[in-house]
């Protein structure tokens, strides 16, 4: 079993940042390729970015690509989500997520490869 809490949303006005921070407890996080995502009120979760297990491989959704930024550090047992530049449309409950799956973070978007899943953190992004 792999815990997950996240921590950082909030309320915060169009062109502002956040730090989001995911902390987990467990099993080894470094055996984790770790992701976002999103879902906003009426709309189906969406992917956000993933990492993996060593950090030096990202990728990221088209539409938060060159705003958003996701790091980890293995020693801390910790995941953050950099946003940048928020948009109204980046309003969602923020998801922190495990998967067991390695390879490239490209490889792992989908939901369903996700084993774990934190409660969620809300940002809400004022026009």
């Known amino acids: 079993q792999v815990q997950l809490v996240e921590s950082g949303g909030g309320l915060v006005e169009a062109g502002g940042s956040l730090k989001l921070s995911c902390a987990a407890s467990?099993?080894?996080?470094?055996?984790?390729?770790m992701g976002w995502f999103r879902q906003a009120p009426g709309k189906e979760r969406e992917f956000v970015a993933s990492?993996?297990?060593?950090?030096?491989?990202?990728f990221y959704a088209d539409s938060v690509k060159g705003r958003f930024t996701i790091s980890r550090d293995n020693a801390k047992n910790t995941v953050w989500l950099q946003i940048d530049s928020l948009k109204p449309e980046d309003t969602a409950v923020y998801y922190c997520?495990?998967?067991?799956?390695?390879?490239?973070?490209?490889?792992?978007?989908?939901?369903?490869?996700?084993?774990?899943w934190g409660q969620g953190t809300q940002v809400t992004v004022s026009s």
């Open positions: 990492i993996a297990w060593s950090g030096s491989n990202t």
């Open positions: 997520a495990a998967s067991p799956r390695g390879g490239p973070a490209r490889g792992v978007i989908t939901a369903r490869t996700y084993s774990y």
């Open positions: 467990g099993r080894t996080f470094s055996d984790y390729t």
